[in-house]
């Protein structure tokens, strides 16, 4: 009886951590954004079964464990793309990933202006580094 009683906790909890309702939101627009802006379809992926998959709505960042992204649930903590060949502009809306810790972008072709990383206020790591932007990171980011 105690084994069933364990085994049905046991399935309740899992029921849980799979059932984790990850919606679509700013988070995943600003994904989107970065990647229709840098090119994405020419990036070059590690492991190509984590690529980012914008073509299925079900698909979502934390809970399909995309390439580059850590969550705290269904929260982006860490981007990390550097060297994935990313050639454009950043988004205005990447600072809707309001959560991000952790922005690793380096060895990549993107240019333009880096003002919207202001509204990354928990970020703690930034990587920037071998890339064309046409400005310096501001100076509220420390």
Same mark, same amino acid.
């Given at each position: 009886?105690?084994?069933? =009683?364990l085994s049905?906790?046991? =399935?309740? +909890?899992?029921?849980?951590?799979y059932s984790?309702?990850c919606?679509?939101?700013?988070? =995943?627009?600003?994904? =989107?954004?970065?990647?229709n $802006?840098t090119?994405?379809?020419d /990036?070059n /992926? %590690?492991n190509?079964i984590?690529? /980012?998959?914008? @073509?299925?709505? $079900?698909e979502?960042? !934390? #809970?399909?464990? /995309?390439e580059g *992204?850590i !969550?705290n649930n269904c @929260? %982006?903590?860490?981007?990390n793309i $550097?060297?994935h060949?990313?050639?454009? #502009?950043l988004?205005? @809306?990447i600072?809707?990933l309001i959560?991000?810790e952790?922005?690793?972008?380096?060895?990549?072709?993107i240019?333009? @202006? +880096?003002?919207d %990383?202001v509204? +990354?206020?928990n970020?703690? *790591? +930034?990587n920037?580094?071998?890339?064309l932007f046409?400005s310096?990171?501001?100076?509220?980011i420390?």
């Amino acid at each position: 009886m105690l084994s069933l =009683y364990l085994s049905f906790i046991f =399935y309740s +909890l899992l029921q849980k951590v799979y059932s984790q309702s990850c919606s679509q939101d700013l988070q =995943y627009d600003a994904l =989107y954004s970065l990647f229709n $802006s840098t090119n994405g379809d020419d /990036w070059n /992926w %590690i492991n190509p079964i984590n690529m /980012w998959k914008f @073509d299925n709505i $079900s698909e979502h960042p !934390c #809970r399909d464990n /995309w390439e580059g *992204i850590i !969550c705290n649930n269904c @929260d %982006i903590i860490a981007l990390n793309i $550097s060297s994935h060949n990313l050639t454009g #502009r950043l988004p205005h @809306d990447i600072s809707n990933l309001i959560y991000l810790e952790e922005l690793s972008l380096g060895n990549n072709s993107i240019n333009g @202006d +880096l003002s919207d %990383i202001v509204e +990354l206020s928990n970020l703690v *790591i +930034l990587n920037l580094e071998i890339n064309l932007f046409n400005s310096s990171i501001p100076n509220s980011i420390n």
